[in-house]
Each structure stands twice: as structure tokens, then as C-alpha cells.
């Protein structure tokens, strides 16, 4: 994950030259098909492939993975929904709108808190909870029913739920992320719900949380030039996203939650190291 604070490489794509629909496609279905069985946007795989393969600028970068990570948590959603149903989501309404409500708020902020911290010290600071989640989300795939977790009152919880919510709406804003890595094991401690069930509410609190980003980089821009130019990619990217979302939700019933926790774990260390990385870099 990175910063919009980053320092943009020198080659910026713009647009430019074919937008390899074949490359575009495979990607999006493999970085889809791992948000769809996880519960994420993808952001954090599918940006060093916007980077690498694509050579986009980190800035127009994010901006794209904006929109593909909302298509990917919207389809992940909707293939989850449809295989399980929506009824064991409704106990959780609280904490969908109270994650949601703070992460929209924090979304909000991340203009304003960007401007004023350092990207050097979001760098870290993101790192460090990371790690800490990776913990949470380690002891739940070696002991399910005793990994750690919060025991509050319900104002308790509410009121950690919303700072919570805040917290990664502020991180999914400057990153341009859905957050999702961060919601699940937030999910866990405050809710002590499974991992599975976590993956289904994360992508509901992520939906408006990516509506807003995706507004905020399009004031940012003043237009839709970025993704008018790059229309082909977004709609290949997009349609492997969609065709992989749908394999990740399928194979969710074959997993077993352990091995979630497993990879969600990783993925949180991953993205520790990786920013760690960056920031001494910068």
C-alpha cells in the first residue's frame, strides 16, 4: 500500500499506447478472485501491478485502483450474498453502520490529516497497526474460539467501533484502499465473529467508504480525465475482476476459516513490511 504522498515515478502512463486487454484481464481476476474469497478490494496486490506491468504513476495508480477496488468489493458482496443470503448479516447491522459511519467520517478527514502528517509518519504508523492486527488474525487461526478478542459494554463497543471506523477510513482515504485488511480483524476483536462472516461485513462497510474516496479523488482531479483516458483498461481490469470475485466467492465454502485467518495474516505482514520498505526508501 501507498501513500498518494509518494513521490510519483518519472513514467507516467496517461492513458497511453494499448491497454493490453489480455495482461488486464488475467490480473483482475486473480487479484478479484483473492478479494472475493477474502473479503477485500484487492488494493494492495493489484497496485504494484498498475505500477509494474502497467507503468502507471503511483498517483494515477491509485486513482484507478479506487474505482477498480470499488467494483471488485461491490461484485464480492453481491456473489457472497447471493450464495449464503443476507440474513445472517442482519445482526450486525449495528456494526456494519457504525464501522461505516466512522470510515466515511475518516475518509472525510484523510484530506485534511494528509496535509498535515507527514508521509513518512503515516508510513509507520500504518505499518505498526498492521503488524498489530496480524496478531489478532494469528491467534484466531491457531485457536478460533479463544483467539483474541474484546469483551465491552455495548457503549463500549459502540464507541470503539466508530473511532475504529475513523481510524480506517482516514488509511483507506490516503491509500486508496477499501480497508477491508484492516476491517476484518477490527471485526474479530470488537465482534467476535468468524473470519468468514467478517470478509461479508467488511465488504459492506467498504462499499460507501470507496464511494467517497472515489469522490474525493475525482474533486482532487476536477474532472474524470483520468478514468475517461484509461477506459480500456478499467473495463478489462474490471470484467477480470468481476469473473474473479465470483471464483473467490464459490471457493469461500471450501475453505476453512483457519487458513483465512492464514492468509489475512499474512497480507497484513506483507503490507507492514512493504510500507516499512517504502519509508526507508523515502
Not at 26 to 43: D, P, Q, T
Not at 54 to 60: I, L, N, S, V
Amino acid at each position: 500500500m501507498r501513500s498518494p504522498d509518494s513521490p510519483a515515478p518519472a513514467t507516467t502512463h496517461g492513458g497511453a499506447g494499448r491497454p493490453r486487454p489480455a495482461l488486464a484481464f488475467v490480473a483482475g481476476a486473480i487479484v478479484g478472485c483473492l478479494g472475493g474469497l477474502i473479503g477485500l478490494g484487492g488494493a494492495e496486490f493489484r497496485l504494484p501491478l498498475l505500477v509494474a506491468l502497467f507503468a502507471y504513476a503511483t498517483r494515477e495508480a491509485i486513482g484507478l485502483n479506487v474505482a477498480l477496488s470499488l467494483v471488485t468489493v461491490a461484485f464480492s458482496l453481491a456473489f457472497r450474498i447471493g450464495g449464503s443470503g443476507a440474513d445472517a448479516l442482519w445482526p450486525h447491522a449495528a456494526a456494519i453502520f457504525t464501522l461505516a459511519t466512522g470510515a466515511i467520517v475518516g475518509a472525510f478527514a484523510g484530506v485534511a490529516i494528509g496535509r498535515r502528517l507527514s508521509a513518512w509518519a503515516l508510513t509507520w504508523v500504518v505499518a505498526a497497526l498492521l503488524v498489530m492486527l496480524a496478531i489478532v488474525m494469528a491467534s484466531h487461526a491457531v485457536d478460533p474460539q479463544q483467539g483474541l478478542r474484546l469483551s465491552l459494554s455495548p457503549a463500549a463497543q459502540a464507541s470503539a467501533a466508530l473511532a475504529a471506523g475513523v481510524a480506517i477510513g482516514v488509511v483507506a482515504s490516503l491509500l486508496g484502499v477499501a480497508g477491508g485488511e484492516l476491517l476484518i480483524p477490527t471485526l474479530v476483536l470488537l465482534y467476535a465473529v468468524d473470519t468468514k462472516l467478517a470478509g461479508t461485513l467488511s465488504l459492506a462497510i467498504s462499499l460507501p467508504t470507496l464511494l467517497v474516496s472515489l469522490a474525493r479523488w475525482r474533486h482532487a482531479r476536477g474532472d474524470w480525465s483520468l478514468w475517461d483516458a484509461n477506459r480500456g483498461l478499467l473495463v478489462w481490469m474490471g470484467a477480470g475482476s468481476i469473473a474473479g470475485a465470483a471464483a473467490g466467492a464459490r471457493l469461500l465454502g471450501w475453505v476453512d476459516a483457519r487458513v483465512l485467518s492464514l492468509m489475512l495474516a499474512a497480507l497484513l505482514v506483507y503490507s507492514a513490511l512493504h510500507l516499512g520498505w517504502q519509508a526507508r526508501r523515502a
